[in-house]
């Protein structure tokens, strides 16, 4: 090796390169740029160095010539991946301009479709090559053929997006659009366009334009006062009527500014005045005044003001007033007139009744005989001006003919003179009634109803039994759901019933002029003629079988046809008798059955759950594909196998054993619909602890089971720690008993000892207590709800099943809050707590609990005032400090009211930070106060909106603060809040 590099010279280095540079064209990753650069360097080192001094100088040029070749590989990896990276890049941007619901599109300079996306092929409604390379103005409706000019002129002269609506032609159909026009001016001039349909905007607008332009036409043309008010009662608009009569009424012009609180002091100013005040309320207000005019004659006005109001708030009024003195003369008119009739009404057996109704038409005032009491048995004070409790007494299925006939008495083409509808009476009977009736227009405009009411329930029943004898043996073969039919042979029907017409969808009078073959599927004619053939020579008496028939619109049904003899004549059959049931809905039952099951399939193969159906001696049938993962078994080796065999330890088996014989006979059993804990066994023998729940199901008149299994071998475990934690805890209370009575015996005189053991004791119980207490709620209603869920799962509705669904939530959420509130003060009691002191700083600390807690807060729209120092630097326990701000601020949040507030504040002192937590809430008395930070003492009161906590975490509050030489303390007084005020060491 060292003699051959002595003996290179500059010319065979040079060739060496040279081999170097080819070998991009023999497999290497090199770019051209990085080859030059190879050389380049090379040549550079060959002539800075003198090859023949000595070796050392060349082994050095070939090595840093190996490095800048492996760099160069780096760098062009590099390079290929970055490459790679932008196409994704760029074919995700196509996929989201391809699919966008916008339309978009490109056009070059001379307005070429160069580019245009899915939606905007769809606005033009044609496919992307019959548009691309189109020019399109082609696609531009005329009228906006210069507007496009011109915009695209602005567009091209600046780098804003240019946009404006226009006109554009789809199949001969306009539409009208926005477009957004921006200009490209890098390496050649395009036009980038998106394209919005507006033509429903535009259709409302001009709609809308309409509306207000009949409506201002509508209140200028009525005879009516109305007027628009602002909430403080000032004159905003008015129509002609108006202005006219206002003089008229309260003696003012009206040509000037008016407000409510300008009018006289008359009785009707006074009126106006107190409804405005109760408008401004949101409560609306009518009455009649009677008004002596400027002639001094006698006219009747009815008045009405209505609030008007956006987002519950009264934001204006207005004014409705209308002239009734016509309607009040034939009002007083119509009284007269009745007390006249009245008596002769009295005497016939009819009832003689009147409605009047206004211009509106509304219904004013009902009137009706006193024989009306004969009839209904109710008095005539129980109609008059009742007119809905008239419409009371009419028999359900009647009322609407009959309302709809009052609605229609100003049009004679429909409205019925002569009407039958049936009544109840007050003892519950029926009665048919005859009403004619006929009505009259007055002067004004008022609509006045009158007829006369006659029994006819005795015709009725009389004709209802003449009907029902003569068409009852017709009504049943008519009405039969079978659909029957007679025919001779090769010759058309000779009678149809109705459900015959309804299956195949032709009339009567249509099939009676067809022949059975005409509507039979072309598929089943053949079948068909067969079947009539047999039956026309008499070789059957009858025969069924299931065909398809052509309905009238086209589509198809299949029925089940039975064909018998009808008539014959010296053995010859005459004519057939033809029966069809509509089969249509089975068929598709069978259809959508298959679907189903196929559905039901899929489900159950990607349950979590093993699903498995057993026959009644416990032979597998159905496996699923998480029994598979939960057991090992492959459905192969299950089925037809007993499951409670395989899976079952020797004693399970023989208690379900016994049980088969009478879940063979009747599907019951001990076991059937309950769900019970047992141990199976594995394929690999592994015990695994499952939940069992079996259901029985009939399937060919024969018992099966169905068997729901889950794994709860992760909830066993957490039982067992459960169970743990609570055995160790009445263990360590068993200790401190014992302990308690080795100190009495033995330390009799040291008191101060013995107070504090009472006082450990105490602070235990209260431990014992709250376990046993706010650990049972929790869990409790967890097993409630989830036997719940269980026993009536299928019966419940949606909403009731996520109200369930969100109690277990929350019961969840609140043990495991009391879990680990439990767990964190028994660490503390045992010094099982590892504190790790460090420089924290306290702000982003806190902000960090603030922004978890902003759900709450914002629930109950209550602010977080944040008034902390940055770089308040503290020398804590992290984890017990950020416990100790959670707790704090969720107890604020807990007894502040909606709409409150919570300020943190903070006072740099001499060594410590003093951090106070206050809030605007209910605050608290002395005596509880007195009770915070004790064991013994529980103070969990329920918040503002019922919120629950556990009784400990001021109590952790207290002993983490210690932990981290800090204290806490608190102020607070009912209906004032409460604040929190903790130390912490600086740093």
């Known amino acids: 090796m060292s003699d051959s590099l002595t003996n290179l010279n500059s010319e065979s280095l040079k060739n060496s390169i040279r081999e170097i540079s080819e070998s991009k064209n023999s497999g290497h990753s090199f770019s051209v740029q990085g080859f030059d650069d190879l050389k380049f360097k090379a040549y550079e080192y060959l002539d800075k160095f003198i090859i023949d001094k000595d070796e050392s100088s060349l082994k050095k040029i070939l090595e840093e010539i190996s490095i800048y070749h492996i760099e160069l590989e780096f760098q062009n990896e590099e390079l290929l991946n970055t490459r790679n990276k932008l196409e994704a890049q760029h074919l995700k941007f196509y996929e989201l301009y391809e699919l966008a619901p ?83 001016h890098h390496e050649k001039e395009e036009y980038f366009l998106t394209i919005t349909d507006i033509s429903k905007e535009k259709e409302i607008q001009a709609e809308l334009e309409n509306s207000k332009l009949n409506l201002s036409v509508m209140l200028e043309s ?95 009024l207005i004014f409705y007033g209308k002239d009734i003195t016509v309607e009040k003369e034939m009002e007083i008119k119509l009284i007269n007139s009745s007390r006249k009739y009245d008596s002769l009404i009295s005497e016939i057996p009819d009832s003689v009744w009147s409605l009047k109704k206004n211009s509106l038409n509304e219904k004013t005032e009902f009137y009706v005989s006193s024989n009306i009491e004969t009839l209904t048995g109710f008095s005539t004070h129980h109609f008059i001006d009742k007119h809905s409790n008239f419409i009371d007494i009419i028999h359900p299925n009647d009322r609407d003919r009959y309302l709809h006939n009052i609605n229609n008495i100003a049009d004679t083409h429909k409205f019925e003179k002569s009407i039958e509808y049936r009544i109840i009476t007050k003892s519950g009977m029926i009665h048919w009634v005859r009403d004619n009736a006929n009505f009259e227009l007055s002067n004004d405009g008022n609509r ?37 039919a007679i025919h001779r042979k090769d010759s058309e029907f000779e009678f149809i019933n109705n459900a015959f017409s309804e299956i195949t969808g032709y009339s009567k009078s249509e099939l009676l002029k067809m022949k059975e073959i005409d509507i039979t599927h072309p598929d089943d004619r053949n079948l068909t003629s067969m079947k009539d053939e047999n039956i026309f020579q008499n070789y059957q008496k009858s025969n069924t079988y299931e065909k398809k028939y052509i309905c009238k619109d086209g589509s198809s049904v299949w029925v089940m046809k039975s064909t018998s003899i009808m008539t014959e004549n010296d053995s010859k059959v005459e004519s057939v008798l033809t029966m069809i049931v509509d089969i249509n809905n089975k068929k598709i039952a069978e259809q959508n059955l298959f679907e189903n099951e196929l559905i039901l399939h899929k489900v159950t193969e990607h349950a979590h759950d093993a699903i498995v159906m057993m026959d009644g001696a416990g032979r597998v049938s159905y496996w699923n594909k998480a029994a598979t993962e939960i057991f090992g078994y492959e459905i192969d080796d299950i089925l037809g196998k007993n499951l409670h065999q395989l899976l079952s330890s020797q004693n399970d088996y023989s208690v379900f054993a016994k049980a088969f014989p009478e879940f063979k006979a009747t599907g019951k059993g001990r076991l059937v619909n309950k769900t019970y804990e047992v141990n199976a066994i594995k394929k690999d023998g592994d015990i695994v602890p499952v939940e069992l729940s079996l259901s029985a199901v009939k399937i060919d008149n024969e018992w099966s089971s169905i068997a729901i299994i889950r ?84 019966e419940l509705d949606e909403e ?146 019922n919120e629950k906590g556990t009784g400990l975490g001021l109590i952790l509050c207290k002993e983490f603060a210690e932990k981290n030489n800090g204290t806490i303390r608190v102020e607070s007084e009912l209906k004032k809040g409460t604040k929190f005020i903790l130390t912490l060491p600086k740093s």
Request: with cysteine; glycine share 4%; net charge negative.
């Open 102 to 184: 916008i339309g978009y599109m490109t056009i070059d300079e001379n307005g070429n479709i160069v580019e245009i996306n899915k939606a905007a092929t769809k606005l033009l409604n044609l496919s992307k090559s019959e548009i691309l390379n189109t020019n399109l103005t082609k696609y531009i409706h005329p009228k906006s053929q210069d507007i496009f000019y011109f915009k695209k002129i602005e567009a091209s002269k600046s780098n804003d997006e240019v946009s404006f609506d226009m006109i554009l032609k789809a199949n001969n159909q306009d539409i009208v659009i926005l477009m957004n026009m921006i200009c490209n």
């Open 222 to 316: 009525s005879d009516d006062l109305i007027a628009y008010f602002d909430s403080k009662g000032n004159l905003l608009n008015f129509n002609s009527t108006f202005k006219d009569k206002y003089f008229e009424l309260f003696g003012i012009n009206i040509d000037h500014e008016v407000s409510i609180n300008s009018n006289p002091q008359n009785e009707l100013a006074t009126w106006v005045n107190l409804r405005f005040i109760k408008a401004r309320h949101g409560e609306s207000s009518t009455e009649i005044f009677p008004i002596l005019n400027n002639k001094g004659d006698l006219v009747f006005y009815k008045f009405r003001i209505n609030p008007i109001t956006s987002d519950d708030k009264v934001t204006g």
């Open 448 to 484: 006045i109803l009158y007829g006369v009411l006659s029994d006819v329930t005795k015709v009725k029943n009389t004709y209802f039994q003449l009907k029902e004898s003569e068409s009852k043996l017709r009504t049943i073969f008519d009405n039969s759901i079978i659909g029957i």
């Open 711 to 794: 794994d709860i071998s992760v909830r066993k475990e957490s039982e067992e720690e459960i169970f743990k934690l609570l055995e160790e805890i009445y263990l360590s209370r068993e200790l401190l008993e014992e302990e308690k009575v080795k100190l009495n015996e033995t330390n009799i005189k040291l008191s101060e000892s013995e107070e504090n053991l009472k006082e450990i004791i105490r602070m235990r119980d209260r431990f014992f207590k709250i376990i046993a207490h706010d650990l049972r709620n929790p869990i409790g209603s967890f097993g409630q709800l989830t036997s719940l869920m269980k026993e009536s799962w299928a």
């Open 800 to 945: 009731d099943k996520i109200e369930i669904v969100n109690s277990l939530d929350k019961a969840a959420a609140a043990a495991f809050d009391l879990l680990d509130n439990l767990l964190e003060w028994a660490k503390l009691q045992n010094s099982d707590v590892n504190i790790n002191k460090q420089n924290i700083d306290l702000y982003p600390l806190l902000n960090k609990i603030i922004s978890h807690s902003e759900l709450s807060a914002n629930n109950k729209n209550i602010k977080i005032h944040n008034g902390l120092f940055k770089n308040s630097y503290a020398f804590i326990d992290r984890e017990m400090v950020q416990t100790i701000f959670r707790n704090l601020i969720s107890n604020a949040l807990k007894f502040t009211p909606n709409d409150g507030n919570i300020y943190i504040k903070c006072i740099e002192l001499e060594n410590i930070w003093e951090i106070s937590i206050e809030d605007t809430g209910v605050g608290m008395s002395q005596e509880k106060l007195a009770e915070l930070f004790r064991i013994d003492k529980q103070v969990t009161t329920r918040g503002t909106n």
